[in-house]
């Protein structure tokens, strides 16, 4: 058997032995992104390193458990030979733990950051940047690291006070210059800190990009630089973690030499597994040990009251068991359903084909989704656009939740700078769609049906012409009767070419009983946009319209069709 380092020989013992409870993607980060990096002839344990760095648990009111031990060894040990340079290279750069809610993640960072600024990892101006939704939320980690460096035990007074400084936001480490600071993802000025080290607090909370990008940018100039997450699932679709989450299930599953990413991903496999603490574990590694036992009888409790807080499932299985579900009773679909329909349609979209187009426009000073439907057979692919009024009065707040302005930079979505989303700008858009495909109908809801008209009519479109009508006007008993169907395609995976945003707006909308029919309405109405699931739902009321197969309309020339 091959050793490597005895604190990830432990964690192989552990995991391949079956001794511990785990999930299949906790044998994957093993057997395709750590373990096939540690056999390569270029990679080495600076198991001195490692050792040293552990020294320093004797600070902490806790002890390091067998994961937290593992993933040390391998942030803070794993080397890249790079022969010629002044210094061989840290393995991983990225590192994501995303585990349940109680494992301890804090007391993670907390250790983390200690060595980081310490002499035993020895790198000058080595600066930490903690990064979370909020100032309390941040403060967590800077505190308890500060409440260690100001009340040591008698013992180990001179030792921290020579080595570390704590005052209200940051704590220094003197011997490395090297400062651990609190951030947030409102925070402003995030530039030329000369960031070492970007640790990120509950990233499924927000999606600030430009943010983030503006602190990475500073990697580079200090040694050995570190991209960390650390944290929970949560409810919020559609934001930064889901992006990655999917890129951490490709570096899962299939071992890639080039890969600096190191993941281990904790949660339940099977819905069920949710009442039966011992496969909890799966999501919380920590409840293995009995120094957690508080948690372990709280966690009980909570399955144990379950049937009578059922307001209260949904938040479990994100937190407790990283296995996020959504609400059933009201969702469209569930968030593994929407994200299967961002696949490619499995029918070539060609010019000249024939579609339907539909608008949701309710706030010309907010939101307006466009779609265009194309069909072939069961499947209905999907093209989106929305636009966006620069002053939508919650434009900001939903900023810091969804990726706009990432969106705009892929071509998504539009931001209008004027008061308002002119209906000609909604038409123009249609018209670009009619000068490529067959537009035949569009579908709009009748509630700025004047304003849209007049600008439709100006690319061919009517909704009152007595000899060519194109333009359907949805009613409240279209959406009743279309919504059993578009429920149906979604469970089937049978729309195509979504995009984020698309995801976002479905994973928004919830469905309303409406006297044995179904309705659709915003989960909460402030800063849950429906417009781009809304203008879907207009489109489908008309979808019968299209040709069951993909095909191009014919034309006849003469004697001669094409």
Known sequence: ?????????????????????????????????????????????????????????????????????????????????????????????????????????????????????????????????????????????????????????????????????????????????????????????????????????????????????????????????????????????????????????????????????????????????????????????????????SLKTTIEQEIQLMPTTPEYYSEFMAKRCNYPMGDREIEVASWDDIVACTKTPSFEIKPGMTCVGAVDYSKTDDFVGCTAIFRNGDEYAIKHHSFICEKSPRLETIRAKVPIDEWVKQGICTIVHAVEISPDTVAEWFAEIARTYNLIWIAIDDYRLSLLNNAFNKIGFDAFSKTSKNIWIVKRVDVMRIAPTVISLFARHAFSGFDRMMCWYTNNTKQVQQSGNILFDKIEPRLRKTDGFMALVHGMTIADKLPETNALPTITIGSYTY
């Open 1 to 293: 058997m091959i050793t490597y380092q005895k604190d990830i020989d432990e964690w192989i013992y552990l995991i391949h032995g079956n001794h511990i409870e785990h999930c299949k993607d906790v044998e994957l980060s093993l057997d395709n992104n750590v373990i096939p990096a540690l056999n390569r002839p270029d990679v080495y344990i600076d198991a001195d390193r490692i050792e040293k760095g552990l020294r320093l648990e004797k600070y902490f009111p806790f002890k390091l458990l067998p994961w937290e031990r593992y993933q040390f060894a391998v942030i803070s040990g794993m080397f890249l030979r790079c022969p010629g340079a002044p210094y061989d290279d840290i393995y991983f750069h990225t590192i994501y733990d995303i585990l349940g809610r109680g494992a301890g993640k804090n007391g993670f960072i907390d250790f983390l950051s200690f060595y980081f600024i310490s002499p035993y990892h020895g790198v000058h101006g080595y600066n930490i940047d903690l990064i979370a939704n909020g100032e309390d939320q941040a403060a967590t980690s800077i505190k308890d690291v500060g409440d260690i460096v100001r009340n040591p035990a008698p013992q180990y007074r001179r030792a921290i006070a020579a080595n570390y400084r704590a005052l209200v936001e940051s704590v220094t480490g003197l011997k490395t210059n090297s400062i651990f600071r609190l951030n947030t993802t409102s925070t402003k000025n995030k530039d030329s800190k000369r960031t070492g080290c970007i640790v990120y607090d509950e990233k499924h909370q927000y999606s600030d990009l430009t943010n983030m990008n503006t602190l990475k940018s500073g990697f580079g100039k200090v040694q050995w630089w570190r991209e960390i997450t650390i944290t929970t699932d949560g409810n919020l679709r559609g934001g930064v973690l889901d992006t990655e989450k999917e890129q951490c299930s490709q570096i899962l599953h299939e071992w890639n030499p080039k890969n600096r990413t190191f993941v281990n991903w904790f949660h339940i496999e099977k819905e069920n597994e949710w009442k039966d603490i011992k496969k909890i574990v799966k999501a919380n590694p920590s409840i293995a040990d009995p120094s957690f036992f």
